[in-house]
């Protein structure tokens, strides 16, 4: 049976915009945070995992060059919006291995002013039709058929919801993101901390219809970074790092298995009911159990799904669901209450290591004005569109 | 005049439709070049014509899109009988007041320009169906 592994020390640098910060800058800030409030240095880490989507090659490399060249192994990882959690996952991996007792997980991203993120680049109109690709296109498909761009197709997802529970609307999706925005007024690391009504949702510049902007994630600067510990390792620490840990209880990581629709348009949801079912059934608990939750609201319409998909509510119910103010910060299952990716911000491969921050913070009784009161158990969940899932259940130290 | 199709899933002969890569081992449809399927890895697929007409599953009207794309315009999925369809909805106003979920739709060719040898590249959408009661029905 392989051991426990522990979040000894975590941190995330506030996301926004840092003009005169490169992507090492941020990365270093937060990885030696972690180490910080880890109580450990470079010498005790036995493996790096790093993500960094738009910086380019050998990422955790440069890293090390700015916070301590060890020699051990690093692993550069790329698995788009679940870059994040996917780092982390190697490093529990590793640990539970046995090869290593100690293990430091970052990611970053610099996305400020990077606009509309779309599938892909649009090709040169050219003097003659040339068929090509996987399906023969003599022209750029993207508005042709269908759409790319990442609020067109999570609206899509949000709106087929709809089309198979009903309960539905262009409000519905909004008063989600209204929720998100007020709770972000309490974070002060989040890139936007500016509170919405419901009208000046509605009628801001619509997006991708139902998605307007504020319902949309911004693209912004940040870092976060993890030290995680085995649990034989962490019973050799002071009694302060034991009380200050935080245990994972699970940590799962799943592709999309194969569905008929998944062809068409990425089917989000499937793989994230495999990773939470197997998340609960390796913590021992079920989605009542959850004092709080960070889930992937890259857009409002994909917040809702993940209700369901997480088990949070009935199956089908995921609308009257919110419509209960469950899921608001005094509600039942208080979700996002860090102001998710739709304030809080989303630099790509960070988010998945700041949403295990946000809950760790939260069962630690640090978080400060937005404390949720007696957090014991929390989860957070991430997609990469193509796709990737990472669901992590936390768990309160008992010393 | 000589025309092209967007798509190679796309056949333009007299009743315009799409055609599907149906994997001979479970039935998986595809509308691009596989090298195996993604449900049962199998490694034959014959031709299958995909029913013309469908229902509405999902939507979204963009307005904001990469340079050179034309907005607002409606994108969609379509079932049609059971496969589902990518695709735009076309001649009708994209508003939601105009598009709703579950709306019935057909498919219809669209073009999409002509080149510098005068050749015609023709695409697909997807248009209300108009001449049904039911329409309304979701
Ligand atoms: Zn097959």
């Known amino acids: 049976m392989a051991e426990d592994v522990w979040i000894l020390g975590i941190d995330m640098t506030r996301f926004g915009r840092h003009r005169e910060r490169d992507p090492l800058d941020l990365g270093a800030e937060a990885a030696l945070g972690a180490l910080r409030d880890a109580g450990v240095g470079m010498g005790d880490i036995g493996v790096l995992a790093a993500g960094n989507l738009i910086g380019g090659n050998g990422f955790g490399q440069l890293l090390q060059k700015q916070i301590g060249q060890t020699g051990?192994?690093?692993y550069n990882v790329a698995n788009a919006c679940a870059t994040g959690a996917t780092a982390l996952r190697v490093v529990v991996m590793a640990i539970k291995s046995g090869e290593v007792d100690t293990g430091l997980a970052v990611g970053v991203e610099k996305l400020s002013?990077?606009?509309?993120?779309?599938?892909?680049a649009r090709r040169e109109e050219g003097g003659h039709w040339v068929r090509d690709g996987r399906y023969g296109a003599v022209a750029p498909l993207d508005g042709r058929v269908g759409t790319e761009t990442m609020p067109g197709v999570f609206a899509q997802i949000g709106m087929e919801y709809g089309y198979r529970h009903g309960g539905v609307d262009f409000e519905l999706f909004a008063r989600i993101s209204e929720k998100n925005h007020a709770h972000s007024t309490l974070n002060p690391k989040a890139a936007y901390q500016k509170r919405f009504t419901l009208d000046e949702i509605m009628n801001d510049v619509m997006i991708a219809y139902p998605n307007t902007r504020p319902m949309c994630s911004a693209n912004c600067d940040g870092a976060?970074?993890?030290?995680?510990?085995?649990?034989?390792?962490?019973r050799t620490l002071s009694l302060e790092q034991q009380r200050r840990a935080v245990k994972i209880s699970a940590?799962?990581?799943?592709?999309?298995?194969?569905?008929?629709?998944?062809?068409?348009?990425?089917?989000?949801?499937?793989?994230?009911?495999?990773?939470?079912?197997?998340?609960y059934e390796q913590a021992g608990i079920g989605p009542g159990d959850l004092d709080l939750v960070e889930l992937h609201d890259c857009f409002a319409t994909a917040e809702l799904v993940h209700y369901d998909n997480l088990g949070l509510c009935e199956p089908g119910g995921a609308a009257d669901f919110f419509r209960s103010g469950a899921t608001w910060r005094d509600g039942t299952t208080p979700v996002n209450v860090s102001g998710g990716l739709q304030s809080k911000?989303?630099?790509?491969?960070?988010?998945?290591?700041?949403?295990?921050?946000?809950?760790?913070?939260?069962?630690?009784?640090?978080?400060?004005?937005?404390?949720?009161?007696?957090?014991?158990?929390?989860?957070?969940?991430?997609?990469?569109?193509?796709?990737?899932?990472?669901?992590?259940?936390?768990e309160k130290s008992a010393a | 005049m000589q025309r092209v199709p967007l798509v190679d899933y796309l056949v333009l002969d007299d009743e315009p439709h799409l055609v599907a890569a149906e994997c001979t081992g479970c039935g998986a449809r595809y509308f691009d070049r596989r090298s195996?399927?993604?449900?049962?890895?199998?490694?034959?697929?014959?031709?299958?014509?995909?029913p013309t007409e469908g229902v509405l599953t999902t939507f979204t009207i963009v307005q904001f899109a990469a340079q050179g794309v034309e907005v607002p315009f409606v994108a969609g999925v379509v079932d049609c009988a059971g496969t589902s369809v990518k695709g735009n909805v076309v001649n009708t106003p994209p508003d939601p007041e105009h598009v709703t979920l579950g709306m019935r739709?057909?498919?219809?060719?669209?073009?999409?320009?002509?080149?510098?040898?005068?050749?015609?590249?023709?695409?697909?959408?997807?248009?209300p169906v108009s001449d049904r009661a039911d329409e309304h029905d979701h």
């Open chain 1, 224 to 234: 976060a970074a993890a030290v995680l510990v085995s649990e034989t390792k962490l």
């Open chain 1, 113 to 120: 002013g990077a606009g509309l993120l779309t599938g892909n």
């Open chain 1, 251 to 279: 940590s799962v990581l799943t592709s999309d298995p194969w569905q008929e629709a998944c062809q068409v348009l990425p089917d989000i949801n499937t793989l994230t009911r495999q990773a939470a079912a197997t998340a």
């Open chain 2, 105 to 127: 739709v057909r498919l219809t060719t669209v073009p999409v320009g002509t080149d510098a040898s005068g050749v015609e590249a023709v695409g697909y959408g997807f248009e």
């Open chain 2, 36 to 50: 195996a399927c993604a449900r049962c890895s199998g490694l034959a697929f014959r031709p299958v014509d995909v």
């Open chain 1, 345 to 394: 911000g989303h630099p790509v491969s960070a988010t998945g290591i700041a949403n295990v921050w946000e809950v760790a913070t939260h069962l630690r009784g640090e978080a400060g004005d937005r404390q949720i009161e007696g957090a014991r158990v929390g989860l957070a969940h991430v997609i990469g569109l193509g796709s990737a899932c990472g669901v992590h259940v936390l």
């Open chain 1, 72 to 74: 051990i192994p690093v």
